[in-house]
């Protein structure tokens, strides 16, 4: 980037500034009729009145300047515009209740830009009073310390009260910055004679320098220590080295001070906790994310969520940073604006940095250079300092972001330094610069410092906007996920005959999830915000909340600002059949499955107690506490004993092995079992002599702990894998039952007494192969997925599992337990060693070609009657 001399500004420039100020309002306007848009619905005064204003006061700058400083520099006024209609975007959006107040400033700000830049004649007076105005910002800077308040409540006490004016309050420290540039300008220009090169000796005197560069060290060390602004002194002692390589082009002076800087920070990180806890935020803020390093860490996330091209203004979340409004604006613009706003904001501070060491460049005297530079640093300090903090790459420091952050001081004393730069830049042509080609070479190396800084900016910008916005965006702790996951509109759930069985309602900004049949809870689940998903509602919770299947997809999504739209499913499930057996089991504590053994298409799955979905949220807490368990899904994950049930599986395996027929006679058929000190015996006095097929129909134990004798606990574990018993339905529920623990006693296990529990589920599949041709039968509860163009997507039904058993011996022992048009088999089985006991009812109809199997489990001492009167009435109402 070459310096070159200011050519003679044409008449034309006043048209191409005029342009760009044009173009600059063209911008802050869109954007306040977007947020009034955004924010209300329509093109509200409310939004628009701070751009009004604004533009009159650029307009009447514009045309003042150009009546009696024709020569300005056309540049500064149209990027102290832009920043600061951009900063009123922002504050309307973030803060609004400040907006009148920051209208005010950027009056005031105005007319003493225009003042600065137009009435002065020369600059003599503030080198002439130098040392009275440096005087006087240390005195107000030293007030704070006994008058000093802070706006918000808490935190340093940095500003002062202004008297007379209610609550308005001005940062001395803001204006002690540009008075420092003062001094420094001129204590430099007076010693400039004393810093040149000594061309006898080669070497500087070391007076001029080394004395400031301590003293300027000890006062900012005093700052720190009494302040705790480690902003403002950082901010000072960055100007003072960069104005001391100027004076005297030796880089030994600037290391030197650079140690010194390093002895500060150490020392302040060691001594004074809010830098440490600044330090360790900006070095690994992810283990306090919620905690002191939370506004970094929001940061993060507003400028991952930005991406490229930004959420748009009034989109975005970025009130979830504190205090955005003030020094984390850039990340606010981040957001809203993305990646091309951000850098847009960096370049605007790029170019004023380009434009003032150019003015400095051109500078006739070496008091106007200087001041043209120490402005110029101050500037573009201070944006990388609150650039790079908001995008870690720095330390955050606490200074704000010149003309865009919210600060009436701030804003006021950065003006003057603008007004400055524009009364510099008119006043240029009116001699030649020297011909100093060092100290061109210098500037040059300024303002190659400057680039490079911003350049590291816009690399961590890159950095966290894109390359690792994928990655933190989806951190648990983003609570940008929390508000995409109340806008999502979630898929419906219909049954079979696409009744609807949950919804989403409700407004689009509010969603609410909605459960028309409240007995449906059990079967579907359900989905709260606070309490996440069961069921249906958490198997498929990716499809029915319509989650992208990339990142970028979610990024577009994102920044068209359309709600995340999931896809309707439909179930096996029977609204009307799962109503009657809710109804049937009425105030039983129990569950009841029905299945189509034909397709393995579950058609009603009941569970007692139940719950209503709907009252979720208010109820939940009730629910948990609850020992009944109404939350448990019993017919899915309720695990209970077997006990008789296995008879009929270990009776088919024995009947395909050929150890036994059913018409054999069993010697000893009713003789009795002791388990945990019950006596268990046939459910009904078997004849005598009695055959295998009367041990199936009385439920006779004695004889099946003989029978699994002879198949060995290998066999009799072949028998419970064959079948499914062991193994978890395959189902979008939590249907997990506990490992299979190794057989400890083979006569308990054979009666099923043992180790082995099974859910109602894992019975009724594995019925399926008895009501067959000896296939386990593989579960559907979810049948198809609508499009988002509305069309139904079945899903394909599982592959057959392999016979377990021949076709002829599942008939057979439906044979054996067919009675009255069914197959049935029940029985009072004893669950624990506390004598408590499991009513069980398991029935297929029709007996010829058996479709549906019911399976039954009343708890808590219902007789094995009412169970069986519970799951006919079922099996009848379904094949009617």
């Not at 000093?148 to 309050?169: D, E, I, Q």
């Not at 439920?699 to 699994?708: K, Y």
């Not at 099923?752 to 296939?775: F, I």
Request: with cysteine.
């Amino acid at each position: 980037m070459r310096i070159t001399h200011l050519h003679t500004f044409r008449e034309h420039h006043g048209r191409d500034e005029l342009l760009l100020l044009l173009l600059t309002a063209v911008f802050i306007f869109t954007n306040a009729v977007t947020l009034s848009l955004a924010q209300t619905g329509r093109a509200s005064g409310v939004y628009l009145w701070g751009a009004v204003l604004w533009f009159v006061m650029m307009l009447v700058a514009f045309a003042l300047l150009s009546r009696f400083r024709p020569y300005h520099d056309p540049y500064l006024l149209s990027i102290f515009a832009l920043l600061t209609g951009w900063g009123l975007i922002v504050l309307q959006r973030l803060a609004p209740n400040f907006l009148a107040r920051q209208v005010m400033w950027l009056g005031l700000s105005t007319v003493v830009l225009l003042s600065i830049a137009i009435l002065p004649r020369s600059l003599r007076w503030l080198r002439r009073y130098r040392y009275t105005l440096l005087l006087g910002g240390i005195l107000l800077l030293a007030a704070t310390f006994l008058f000093g308040v802070n706006p918000s409540g808490f935190g340093a006490a940095l500003w002062l009260p202004v008297p007379l004016v209610g609550r308005v309050f001005f940062q001395p420290s803001e204006l002690l910055k540009l008075l420092l540039v003062i001094f420094l300008a001129s204590y430099f220009d007076e010693r400039e004679s004393l810093l040149r090169l000594d061309g006898r000796h080669g070497r500087f005197g070391p007076l001029p320098y080394l004395a400031p560069l301590l003293l300027m060290w000890g006062f900012c060390m005093a700052l720190l220590i009494w302040q705790r602004d480690l902003g403002a002194a950082t901010l000072f002692f960055i100007l003072f080295l960069a104005l001391l390589y100027l004076a005297s082009g030796d880089g030994r002076y600037v290391m030197g001070g650079l140690v010194l800087l390093l002895v500060g920070s150490l020392f302040a990180y060691y001594a004074f906790d809010v830098v440490a806890l600044r330090v360790n935020a900006w070095w690994n803020p992810w283990p306090d994310a919620d905690n002191r390093a939370y506004q970094i860490v929001q940061s993060l996330y507003a400028i991952a969520a930005g991406g490229l091209a930004g959420q748009g203004v009034g989109q975005g979340f970025p009130g979830y940073i504190p205090v955005v409004h003030s020094d984390f604006a850039f990340a606010a613009v981040a957001e809203e604006w993305g990646l091309a706003g951000s850098l847009t904001v960096l370049v605007c501070f790029l170019v004023l940095a380009y434009r003032g060491i150019k003015i400095a460049a051109l500078a006739t005297r070496p008091f106007r250079r200087y001041l043209a530079a120490g402005i110029t640093v101050l500037f573009a300090a201070q944006a990388i300092l609150i650039m790079g903090g908001v995008t870690k790459l720095l330390p955050l420091t606490g200074v704000t972001l010149p003309f865009l952050s919210y600060g009436g001081s701030s804003l006021l004393v950065s003006s003057v330094m603008a007004g400055l730069l524009l009364y510099l830049s008119a006043t240029t042509g009116s001699g030649r610069a020297p011909h100093n080609p060092a100290m061109q070479q210098r500037l040059q190396q300024l303002l190659t410092a400057v680039l490079i800084g911003y350049l590291l900016v816009a690399t961590s910008l890159v950095y966290w906007s894109v390359l690792r916005a994928q990655t933190i965006l989806a951190r648990d702790d983003n609570p940008r996920l929390v508000e995409a996951e109340l806008r999502i509109q979630r898929g419906a759930i219909f049954d079979r005959n696409q009744t609807v069985l949950a919804e989403t309602v409700g407004p689009p900004e509010l969603p609410i999830r909605h459960y028309p049949i409240a007995a449906i809870g059990p079967a579907v689940g359900y989905y709260s915000f606070r309490h996440g998903a069961a069921g249906v509602e958490e198997g498929y919770n990716t499809i029915l909340r319509g989650d992208p299947t990339n990142f970028w997809q979610q990024v577009i999504l994102q920044n068209l600002h359309q709600p995340q739209t999931g896809q309707d499913i439909s179930l096996s499930l029977d609204a009307r059949l799962q109503q009657i057996a809710d109804a049937l089991l009425g105030d039983r504590q129990g569950a009841m499955l029905l299945l189509d053994v034909q397709t393995g298409e579950i058609v009603a799955m009941a569970s007692h107690p139940t719950y209503d979905p709907n009252r979720l949220d208010e109820e939940f807490d009730i629910l948990t506490a609850a020992e009944n368990a109404p939350l448990l899904n019993r017919a899915a994950q309720g695990q209970y004993q077997p006990g008789s049930l296995l008879q009929p599986f270990l009776l088919v395996a024995a009947l395909e092995q050929g150890l036994i027929r059913l018409d054999e006679v069993v010697a000893g058929a009713n003789r009795p079992v002791t388990v945990n000190g019950q006596m268990l015996q046939c459910a009904t006095p078997p004849p005598d002599p009695a055959t295998w097929a009367d041990v199936l129909a009385h439920r006779c134990p004695g004889p099946m702990q003989a029978l699994a004798g002879e198949m060995g606990v290998d066999g009799l574990n072949q028998v419970f894998a064959d079948f499914g018993l062991t193994a978890v339905p395959n189902l979008p529920l939590n249907t997990e039952t506990p490992p299979a623990q190794p057989l400890a006693d083979l006569a308990l296990a054979a009666i099923g007494q043992e180790n082995l529990v099974l859910t109602p589920l894992q019975l009724a599949l594995a019925w399926g192969a008895l009501a067959g041709d000896g296939r386990v039968v593989s579960p559907r509860l979810v049948t198809a997925v609508w499009d988002a163009n509305g069309n139904r997507q079945p899903i394909a039904a599982p592959a057959a599992n392999n016979p377990v058993i021949a076709a002829d011996t599942a008939h057979t022992i439906r044979q054996a337990l067919m009675t009255n048009g069914r197959v049935e088999f029940s029985d009072l089985v004893l669950s624990g060693p506390g004598g408590n006991t499991n009513s069980w009812y398991v029935g297929l109809m029709p007996a010829a070609n058996p479709r549906y199997l019911a399976v039954v489990v009343l708890e808590g001492g219902a007789t094995v009657q009412e169970a069986e009167q519970v799951g006919r009435a079922l099996l009848d109402t379904a094949v009617k």
